[in-house]
């Protein structure tokens, strides 16, 4: 829809009728309503990069909790590399003994979710919350227990 209202509106920027006024109002209405096409709750409103550009990336859990308390310690999934061939790497620490996890990964309800597939066979979703080119918030559900993940780009 929002790809029909764009063509639509570089038609009329592009007239030859319009005023100056008319480009600079019509200019300013394309900005506003981008600014409200955000996919993800907490960001980024726009970007240029593609949802895959931002994903793929070699990520590094920053901070994890559980119902809003500190987990990050105890929460085992520490890295993900998510690469543009949908191959992925994945380090979980447990009692800070690696287990290295190769498979696949994949976007999932119109993007709005990470699925994570195992070579072993597991398969973990994430809810997206948010997705820049360094930051990514995920959020998990398990039984009564909402987890927020916050990852950055590895260091």
Same mark, same amino acid.
């Given at each position: 829809?929002?790809?029909?209202?764009?063509?639509?509106?570089?038609?009329?920027?592009? !007239?030859?009728?319009?005023?100056?006024?008319?480009?600079?109002?019509?200019?300013?209405?394309?900005?506003?309503?981008?600014?409200?096409?955000?996919?993800?709750?907490?960001?980024?409103?726009? !970007? +240029?990069? !593609?949802?895959?550009?931002?994903? +793929?990336?070699?990520?590094?859990?920053?901070?994890?909790?559980?119902?809003?308390? !500190?987990?990050?310690?105890?929460?085992?999934?520490?890295?993900?590399?998510? #690469?543009?061939?949908?191959?992925?790497?994945?380090?979980?620490?447990?009692?800070? +003994?690696?287990?290295?996890?190769?498979?696949?990964?994949?976007?999932?309800?119109?993007?709005?979710?990470?699925?994570?597939?195992?070579?072993?066979?597991?398969?973990?979703?994430? #809810?997206?919350?948010?997705?820049?080119?360094?930051?990514? #918030?995920?959020?998990?559900?398990?039984?009564?227990?909402?987890?927020?993940?916050?990852?950055?780009?590895? #260091?």
């Amino acid at each position: 829809m929002a790809h029909r209202w764009l063509i639509m509106a570089k038609n009329l920027y592009f !007239s030859e009728q319009n005023s100056s006024l008319m480009k600079h109002t019509l200019l300013f209405l394309i900005v506003i309503a981008l600014a409200g096409c955000s996919k993800y709750p907490d960001g980024p409103g726009v !970007s +240029v990069l !593609s949802r895959k550009s931002r994903m +793929v990336n070699h990520w590094e859990l920053e901070t994890a909790t559980a119902n809003g308390e !500190s987990w990050t310690p105890y929460f085992p999934l520490k890295e993900m590399e998510l #690469r543009d061939d949908f191959s992925q790497t994945t380090t979980f620490r447990t009692l800070n +003994v690696p287990t290295i996890l190769d498979g696949k990964w994949e976007f999932e309800q119109k993007k709005e979710h990470l699925k994570l597939t195992f070579d072993n066979g597991a398969i973990y979703t994430y #809810r997206i919350n948010k997705l820049k080119k360094d930051e990514l #918030r995920l959020v998990a559900f398990s039984h009564d227990t909402t987890y927020t993940l916050n990852y950055i780009t590895y #260091r």
